[in-house]
């Protein structure tokens, strides 16, 4: 499978930045009158190394949206291109090795393989990219080390504490140096210490290694680093708000949020997709990509400067 | 490369020794049955081997030593001699035979062995004990009781015991042998022998002369040494053959379930982990590799233990029960291994089905 990189997808600048984009998105669960439209003709646009949130009431479509991006589930219609690669296209093994090195996964309940230690869980991803031997071993030594675990390398997970877990997690996430990480709940599970923890750190993260970040979320401490907030609803866009820059009239509306009816909903819905659809103008700075966090040396991501 | 199969087995250590367990009991079974059907058919073989001749002539249609009769004419033993190529000849009568032991009465094949002449020193002296005497296989003597100078009563006629030693022990019956005069006292059926044994000259192959033999003695079979052990072995066990048959494939299954069982079960508790490993990127191949490594990590653990248990098992009943007697031959661990091994392949069937349906968006679900 060819995968095309980020700097092939367009000739413009703009063009280039753009990691994900995704058009006319719909995933509709059963069928005739049982039928549900759980993600309902989204469509996205997100540049390298912006993080956003994406938020709405549950059963609003936030994970389906998640999973499609991911290519865990096949859309009913739409297209979801990542660097460019249209992966509805694509097939199961193509599927498999795409998100083997093109996605990083963080997930509400860690999710970590209960058998292997901390090192061990990231060596995996790591193994299952090809990278073996001692060579896995001292990248998920660097990245474990770099997010403040080198003391808990040989932990089990049931013996890790919530944030230590994510962090294990995130780890393994940026493991295969992916271009965009997907977020499900990441601190849902973490009390406020650890769940502050974590939101630094996806923020650094997207920062200071240019990734992209998508992160699906009920917690409203993530909106302060968010460079977008998107407002889902029954499959929906129906909001939007560029980070702690703009505040959106539409975010202070709890009407709009969570009870707005299609009639009163409808036409701010479409403007929220069409600016969904947009990427913010500034949303990073002009840093090159590193390859990776451990060619950093010393970084410490869950230090703000 | 992480060893995630060996990683789970050994996470839940109650599962890894029931599963281990299992496959050790069913390679306990096979090795221990396929051992004693090789220890009567290699028994049966070293008998007839280890007697005089390099030819056995029978009368037609005979089988063997134990379950088939022979009566040939004595004077065909005169006939043979006179055939240019024969160098030695000799006649062997057997049948099987009750004794009183002190007022028990125990059963044992009695042969006696009896030079016919012919050019140069007889062989098989050491079947020929003096007469009154009898020799007996030590497996008799200890599953009777018996020793060097005690004596057994056949009707009037008792014999002393002059020795005890490894004849042939053939599972339902053991080899001890009198003198042929003795013999002949007590069942000798005037003008007749059970089989005529032929050494040949040195320089004829045995089979060149099996026709020629077979035109002078009318009625009767002619095979090389070779040939009629294999028979005898074969005819010895083959009535088994199906029984055992049935035990290995009992055996077989037991094995197969537990390990399957246990590999499905595990499989089913880790159905999220299969997800999370489809999710960060492993191939439906390496996930398979998973599920078989560990049924064949439990498969080779459970083989080696059973084995050696196998070992065990042998030794300590051939000790309580003598006529147990086992033959472990380098090819049938091998088999067995084979076995193991075919048996972890199947066992993983049904849990790799399970993997492979393992749908990867689950691990969204908290």
Same mark, same amino acid.
């Given at each position: 499978?060819?995968?095309?990189?980020?700097?092939?997808?367009?000739?413009?600048?703009?063009?280039?930045?753009?990691?994900?984009?995704?058009?006319?998105?719909?995933?509709?669960?059963?069928?005739?009158?049982?039928?549900?439209?759980?993600?309902?003709?989204?469509?996205?646009?997100?540049?390298?190394?912006?993080?956003?949130?994406?938020?709405?009431?549950?059963?609003?479509?936030?994970?389906?949206?998640?999973?499609?991006?991911?290519?865990?589930?096949?859309?009913?219609?739409?297209?979801?291109?990542?660097?460019?690669?249209?992966?509805?296209?694509?097939?199961?093994?193509?599927?498999?090795?795409?998100?083997?090195?093109?996605?990083?996964?963080?997930?509400?309940?860690?999710?970590?393989?209960?058998?292997?230690?901390?090192?061990?869980?990231?060596?995996?991803?790591?193994?299952?990219?090809?990278?073996?031997?001692?060579?896995?071993?001292?990248?998920?030594?660097?990245?474990?080390?770099?997010?403040?675990?080198?003391?808990?390398?040989?932990?089990?997970?049931?013996?890790?504490?919530?944030?230590?877990?994510?962090?294990?997690?995130?780890?393994?996430?940026?493991?295969?140096?992916?271009?965009?990480?997907?977020?499900?709940?990441?601190?849902?599970?973490?009390?406020?210490?650890?769940?502050?923890?974590?939101?630094?750190?996806?923020?650094?993260?997207?920062?200071?290694?240019?990734?992209?970040?998508?992160?699906?979320?009920?917690?409203?401490?993530?909106?302060?680093?968010?460079?977008?907030?998107?407002?889902?609803?029954?499959?929906?866009?129906?909001?939007?708000?560029?980070?702690?820059?703009?505040?959106?009239?539409?975010?202070?509306?709890?009407?709009?949020?969570?009870?707005?009816?299609?009639?009163?909903?409808?036409?701010?819905?479409?403007?929220?997709?069409?600016?969904?659809?947009?990427?913010?103008?500034?949303?990073?700075?002009?840093?090159?990509?590193?390859?990776?966090?451990?060619?950093?040396?010393?970084?410490?991501?869950?230090?703000?400067? | 490369?992480?060893?995630?199969?060996?990683?789970?087995?050994?996470?839940?250590?109650?599962?890894?020794?029931?599963?281990?367990?299992?496959?050790?009991?069913?390679?306990?079974?096979?090795?221990?049955?396929?051992?004693?059907?090789?220890?009567?058919?290699?028994?049966?073989?070293?008998?007839?081997?280890?007697?005089?001749?390099?030819?056995?002539?029978?009368?037609?249609?005979?089988?063997?030593?134990?379950?088939?009769?022979?009566?040939?004419?004595?004077?065909?033993?005169?006939?043979?001699?006179?055939?240019?190529?024969?160098?030695?000849?000799?006649?062997?009568?057997?049948?099987?035979?009750?004794?009183?032991?002190?007022?028990?009465?125990?059963? %044992?094949?009695?042969?006696?062995?009896?030079?016919?002449?012919?050019?140069?020193?007889?062989?098989?002296?050491?079947?020929?004990?003096?007469?009154?005497?009898?020799?007996?296989?030590?497996?008799?003597?200890?599953? %009777?009781?018996?020793?060097?100078?005690?004596?057994?009563?056949?009707?009037?006629?008792?014999?002393?015991?002059?020795?005890?030693?490894?004849?042939?022990?053939?599972?339902?019956?053991?080899?001890?042998?009198?003198?042929?005069?003795?013999?002949?006292?007590?069942?000798?059926?005037?003008?007749?022998?059970?089989?005529?044994?032929?050494?040949?000259?040195?320089?004829?192959?045995?089979?060149?002369?099996?026709?020629?033999?077979?035109?002078?003695?009318?009625?009767?079979?002619?095979?090389?040494?070779?040939?009629?052990?294999?028979?005898?072995?074969?005819?010895?066990?083959?009535?088994?053959?199906?029984?055992?048959?049935?035990?290995?494939?009992?055996?077989?299954?037991?094995?197969?379930?537990?390990?399957?069982?246990?590999?499905?079960?595990?499989?089913?508790?880790?159905?999220?982990?299969?997800?999370?490993?489809?999710?960060?990127?492993?191939?439906?191949?390496?996930?398979?590799?998973?599920?078989?490594?560990?049924?064949?990590?439990?498969?080779?653990?459970?083989?080696?233990?059973?084995?050696?248990?196998?070992?065990?098992?042998?030794?300590?009943?051939?000790?309580?029960?003598?006529?147990?007697?086992?033959?472990?031959?380098?090819?049938?661990?091998?088999?067995?291994?084979?076995?193991?091994?075919?048996?972890?392949?199947?066992?993983?069937?049904?849990?790799?089905?399970?993997?492979?349906?393992?749908?990867?968006?689950?691990?969204?679900?908290?």
């Amino acid at each position: 499978m060819a995968m095309p990189a980020a700097t092939e997808t367009g000739g413009s600048r703009n063009e280039a930045e753009v990691i994900l984009e995704v058009h006319g998105l719909t995933k509709v669960f059963g069928s005739g009158r049982a039928a549900v439209r759980a993600v309902d003709g989204l469509s996205l646009s997100v540049r390298r190394g912006e993080l956003v949130l994406v938020m709405g009431p549950s059963g609003s479509g936030k994970t389906t949206l998640l999973t499609l991006i991911g290519g865990l589930l096949r859309p009913t219609s739409g297209i979801v291109r990542v660097t460019g690669l249209d992966i509805s296209s694509l097939k199961e093994r193509q599927l498999t090795k795409f998100r083997r090195h093109y996605l990083g996964f963080i997930f509400q309940s860690f999710n970590l393989l209960e058998s292997l230690n901390a090192r061990e869980n990231v060596e995996a991803a790591l193994n299952f990219a090809g990278i073996g031997g001692r060579k896995a071993r001292k990248r998920a030594t660097a990245l474990l080390t770099d997010l403040g675990m080198a003391d808990r390398l040989r932990a089990r997970p049931h013996t890790l504490s919530g944030g230590e877990r994510q962090r294990v997690s995130i780890a393994r996430a940026l493991a295969n140096d992916p271009q965009l990480i997907l977020a499900d709940e990441p601190t849902a599970n973490l009390d406020s210490r650890h769940g502050h923890e974590v939101v630094e750190l996806l923020h650094d993260i997207a920062r200071q290694q240019q990734r992209t970040i998508i992160i699906v979320s009920h917690d409203h401490r993530i909106r302060d680093v968010a460079d977008r907030v998107l407002w889902l609803q029954d499959g929906r866009f129906e909001g939007f708000d560029e980070g702690d820059t703009q505040q959106s009239a539409l975010l202070d509306t709890a009407g709009v949020l969570y009870g707005a009816s299609p009639q009163t909903a409808s036409p701010q819905a479409a403007e929220s997709q069409r600016r969904a659809s947009q990427p913010v103008a500034e949303p990073i700075s002009a840093a090159p990509a590193p390859s990776s966090a451990v060619k950093r040396g010393g970084w410490l991501p869950w230090r703000r400067a | 490369m992480v060893p995630i199969a060996r990683r789970n087995l050994l996470a839940d250590k109650v599962k890894l020794l029931v599963a281990v367990g299992g496959v050790t009991l069913a390679i306990v079974l096979i090795v221990v049955v396929h051992s004693l059907y090789q220890g009567v058919r290699r028994e049966t073989d070293i008998f007839i081997h280890n007697l005089p001749g390099d030819i056995w002539i029978t009368q037609r249609g005979t089988t063997d030593l134990v379950f088939s009769n022979s009566n040939l004419p004595s004077t065909a033993a005169s006939a043979v001699r006179s055939v240019d190529e024969v160098k030695r000849v000799y006649t062997l009568d057997g049948r099987l035979m009750a004794f009183d032991v002190n007022g028990k009465e125990v059963r %044992t094949y009695v042969m006696a062995l009896e030079f016919v002449g012919g050019a140069g020193e007889p062989e098989g002296t050491e079947y020929v004990p003096e007469k009154g005497t009898i020799i007996l296989d030590h497996t008799f003597a200890k599953q %009777t009781g018996l020793h060097k100078g005690d004596k057994l009563t056949f009707g009037d006629k008792s014999f002393k015991v002059a020795d005890v030693r490894s004849i042939g022990n053939v599972l339902v019956t053991q080899f001890a042998f009198i003198r042929a005069e003795s013999f002949k006292e007590i069942f000798g059926v005037p003008g007749t022998v059970n089989y005529i044994l032929v050494t040949v000259d040195d320089r004829v192959a045995p089979d060149s002369l099996l026709q020629k033999l077979s035109d002078t003695v009318p009625g009767s079979s002619v095979y090389t040494t070779q040939q009629f052990a294999s028979r005898a072995s074969e005819k010895g066990t083959g009535d088994f053959l199906p029984i055992i048959r049935v035990i290995l494939a009992i055996s077989f299954i037991v094995g197969l379930t537990v390990l399957s069982l246990v590999i499905y079960s595990a499989t089913i508790e880790r159905a999220r982990e299969y997800a999370i490993m489809k999710v960060i990127g492993a191939s439906p191949m390496g996930l398979y590799r998973i599920v078989i490594s560990q049924s064949m990590f439990i498969a080779v653990v459970g083989f080696g233990l059973g084995v050696g248990l196998a070992f065990l098992f042998n030794e300590v009943a051939g000790d309580l029960v003598p006529q147990f007697i086992t033959y472990i031959r380098a090819q049938d661990i091998a088999l067995v291994f084979g076995i193991t091994i075919l048996m972890s392949i199947v066992a993983s069937f049904m849990p790799i089905n399970r993997v492979a349906r393992v749908e990867p968006a689950t691990v969204f679900r908290a």
